[in-house]
């Protein structure tokens, strides 16, 4: 992306020097244009300045194009919905969707939020350099959801423990699947494991920690 800045100076040089100033650039990092030559005039009368467009690579930041895109995704939801964007450790980009009514960006069980989130990751990591990870939340969803699938996996353990019989839990896609697993993995007694095919993944919570899992190959992903 191209961008440019026009300064005005008493010479071409003076107007390109306000302009390199302003940009915080060296000379040979931007391409100059002149509009206006400075002109002296008949004593002093009918001078003017001198006027340059100083034009510069500019190459937008994840944070800046994330931002971009997810404005006009947005928009063409027709949703008033601004997307607070904020860079977080380990190439991480965390962004907070601000507004009234969002439960229509959240959709049944977060299926929209996954959604928008999906398309926004494919989208700004298309072509870069490095992979940034973001994570797109609206109304604390997925803090909220997350508390609620570490209570409904201590439940249900409770449940295998107390009937020694396994347990399956309805679909969830791999980041519930996740926080399932990652909650029940030092619980004593049960252990997890995840059978089916996406979009009907589901998690199985099996009694006794010794038991011996066979699953193909292409099913052993969370």
Known sequence: MVKSIEAVGKTE??????????LGKERDEVSVEIIERSRSGFLGIGSSPAKVRVSYEYKESTVELTEKFL????????SDAVPKVEMAENDRINVDLIGEKLGILIGRRGETLDAIQHITNSVVNRGGDSRVHISIDAESYRSK?????????????????KYRKNMTLEPMNSYERHVIHTALQEYEGVTTFSTGVEPNRRIVVAYGKNRRIVEEKSRKKT
């Open 13 to 22: 040089e003076e107007a390109i020097s306000s302009a390199l100033s302003q």
């Open 71 to 78: 404005i006009g995704l947005l928009k063409k939801m027709g």
């Open 145 to 161: 959801r997350e508390d609620s699938l570490q209570r409904l996996a201590e439940k249900v353990a409770g449940k295998v423990l």
